[in-house]
């Protein structure tokens, strides 16, 4: 079958057959489809949209892309967790090990940035000699022994994901709900999990703005995930602002570290996390129900079990041993750090959390181009929460750059992304919604 004629079928509106999306995706994987088509599919696609049956085509033909994972034999349920991406979120760094100190088995395949979030993968390639494209065995290995395993894809898993996601980080098609749900799902099964927990975020920082399309998306990926046999729940959560006071992808590991050690824990943060950990759990029989599920997640993070299964983990793909005791002895550090000043006294009433994204994107932390470098130092901490009182004595967060010019210019962004007013304002609830089983 032509792509281009595949192309012009979705592009005047047309549904498209599951032999022609299997056609598209193969020579996508081959690269029989060039980059062009992709990109062209991928914009059909987002205008056009797609229907629940081309979805789960969509999905399963890119699963069939590559290899599967089988996990027998392990003495535990294989859980995952997903967040469509957000400002400030490394809450993967920390659930899976702490699900996996509960005793899951957390095979994780993250992605890479896309736009103005940040992307898993991208933090932790962060850490030095930490391997996020080890082959199977090493994987495999890796969740037997740690319990978890965070990674990127694999030459042999979904590989036709791998290429159409690069595409979409540049070309203003990341907002599509069946492009977003295949590529998710397709990883998860190829993952052979036993369980999956989305979080979908909303706001001002997701890819999902409105809380209508939010709840779209996660509809689409729990009911594809149920056709395709796995057991799916999702939680829509708030991203009106950043989900910690840290952007930029070293700084989000020492931030996870400094969270797993229990040295900080900032409540909005962590209130995700025990959500999606209880979440995760039930989901997997390791707890009786959600409230059960919270209590068995905060033991494991106030007893240090979690922070020694990270420790565990990226040892074992290659990183320090002493990773968590001396997180500045490995960690890039950008050689300029300097205030972003808050224009006027008053209190954060909201803050356009996309526009902090692209202003760490700018810095050289996101990507501008498929193949684009990142800097892991640069980015922001201390950024002031809605409801917090800036001014002389608070600014609105540290920028860390490469250059004093840089550091100026994400200040003024900063600043274009923050409303402050007089008087202060109601606090907004994080979980949203809950859809699933």
Same mark, same amino acid.
């Given at each position: 079958?032509?792509?281009?004629?595949?192309?012009?079928?979705?592009?005047?509106?047309?549904?498209?057959?599951?032999?022609?999306?299997?056609?598209?995706?193969?020579?996508?994987?081959?690269?029989?489809?060039?980059?062009?088509?992709?990109?062209?599919?991928?914009?059909?696609?987002?205008?056009?949209?797609?229907?629940?049956?081309?979805?789960?085509?969509?999905?399963?033909?890119?699963?069939?892309?590559?290899?599967?994972?089988?996990?027998?034999?392990?003495?535990?349920?294989?859980?995952?967790?997903?967040?469509?991406?957000?400002?400030?979120?490394?809450?993967?760094?920390?659930?899976?090990?702490?699900?996996?100190?509960?005793?899951?088995?957390?095979?994780?395949?993250?992605?890479?940035?896309?736009?103005?979030?940040?992307?898993?993968?991208?933090?932790?390639?962060?850490?030095?000699?930490?391997?996020?494209?080890?082959?199977?065995?090493?994987?495999?290995?890796?969740?037997?022994?740690?319990?978890?395993?965070?990674?990127?894809?694999?030459?042999?898993?979904?590989?036709?994901?791998?290429?159409?996601?690069?595409?979409?980080?540049?070309?203003?098609?990341?907002?599509?709900?069946?492009?977003?749900?295949?590529?998710?799902?397709?990883?998860?099964?190829?993952?052979?999990?036993?369980?999956?927990?989305?979080?979908?975020?909303?706001?001002?920082?997701?890819?999902?703005?409105?809380?209508?399309?939010?709840?779209?998306?996660?509809?689409?990926?729990?009911?594809?995930?149920?056709?395709?046999?796995?057991?799916?729940?999702?939680?829509?959560?708030?991203?009106?602002?950043?989900?910690?006071?840290?952007?930029?992808?070293?700084?989000?590991?020492?931030?996870?570290?400094?969270?797993?050690?229990?040295?900080?824990?900032?409540?909005?943060?962590?209130?995700?996390?025990?959500?999606?950990?209880?979440?995760?759990?039930?989901?997997?029989?390791?707890?009786?129900?959600?409230?059960?599920?919270?209590?068995?997640?905060?033991?494991?993070?106030?007893?240090?079990?979690?922070?020694?299964?990270?420790?565990?983990?990226?040892?074992?793909?290659?990183?320090?041993? #002493?990773?968590?005791?001396?997180?500045?002895?490995? @960690? /890039? !550090? %950008?050689?300029?750090?300097? &205030?972003? =000043?808050? *224009?006027?006294?008053?209190?954060?009433?909201?803050?356009?959390?996309?526009?902090?994204?692209?202003?760490?994107?700018?810095?050289?932390?996101?990507?501008?181009?498929?193949?684009?470098?990142?800097?892991?130092?640069?980015?922001?901490?201390?950024?002031?929460?809605?409801?917090?009182?800036?001014?002389?004595?608070?600014?609105?967060?540290?920028?860390?750059?490469?250059?004093? #010019?840089?550091?100026?210019?994400?200040?003024?962004? @900063? /600043? !274009? %992304?923050?409303?402050?007013? &007089?008087? =202060?304002? *109601?606090?907004?609830?994080?979980?949203?919604?809950?859809?699933?089983?």
């Amino acid at each position: 079958m032509l792509p281009q004629e595949i192309i012009r079928r979705k592009r005047d509106g047309g549904d498209l057959a599951e032999a022609e999306i299997a056609s598209f995706v193969e020579g996508v994987s081959s690269g029989a489809v060039g980059e062009g088509q992709a990109a062209a599919f991928a914009m059909a696609v987002f205008f056009r949209g797609m229907t629940p049956p081309e979805t789960v085509a969509l999905t399963r033909a890119m699963t069939r892309s590559g290899a599967t994972l089988a996990w027998d034999g392990l003495p535990g349920p294989v859980l995952d967790k997903h967040s469509t991406g957000g400002v400030g979120d490394a809450v993967s760094l920390v659930l899976a090990p702490a699900v996996a100190a509960c005793g899951g088995f957390v095979p994780m395949i993250s992605g890479r940035g896309l736009g103005h979030t940040g992307g898993t993968l991208d933090k932790l390639a962060s850490i030095p000699g930490y391997d996020t494209q080890p082959d199977n065995a090493l994987f495999r290995a890796v969740v037997a022994e740690a319990g978890c395993a965070i990674i990127g894809q694999t030459a042999d898993l979904a590989p036709a994901d791998r290429r159409l996601y690069a595409v979409r980080d540049v070309t203003a098609t990341v907002e599509s709900i069946p492009l977003i749900t295949a590529s998710i799902l397709s990883k998860k099964l190829a993952a052979g999990l036993h369980g999956l927990v989305m979080d979908v975020k909303c706001g001002s920082g997701a890819f999902m703005a409105d809380l209508s399309a939010a709840r779209a998306l996660a509809t689409s990926l729990v009911e594809v995930a149920a056709g395709a046999g796995l057991p799916t729940s999702a939680l829509l959560t708030g991203m009106d602002e950043p989900l910690a006071d840290t952007a930029g992808n070293a700084l989000e590991v020492r931030y996870a570290l400094a969270y797993l050690t229990g040295w900080r824990r900032e409540p909005r943060f962590h209130e995700v996390v025990l959500a999606l950990g209880a979440e995760m759990l039930a989901l997997g029989g390791l707890a009786a129900s959600l409230d059960e599920g919270r209590r068995r997640i905060a033991e494991v993070l106030e007893s240090g079990a979690a922070a020694e299964r990270f420790a565990r983990m990226a040892s074992a793909l290659g990183g320090p041993s #002493d990773l968590m005791e001396r997180p500045d002895g490995h @960690l /890039a !550090a %950008a050689p300029v750090r300097s &205030d972003a =000043p808050a *224009p006027r006294e008053g209190v954060v009433r909201s803050i356009d959390a996309r526009r902090v994204g692209l202003a760490v994107v700018a810095l050289g932390g996101g990507r501008t181009r498929a193949d684009g470098a990142i800097d892991p130092a640069v980015g922001l901490t201390d950024l002031a929460p809605v409801g917090a009182r800036v001014g002389r004595e608070r600014p609105l967060a540290l920028v860390h750059a490469r250059s004093p #010019d840089e550091a100026q210019a994400a200040a003024v962004a @900063l /600043a !274009a %992304a923050y409303e402050i007013g &007089d008087e =202060p304002i *109601p606090a907004r609830s994080l979980i949203l919604e809950r859809i699933g089983p």
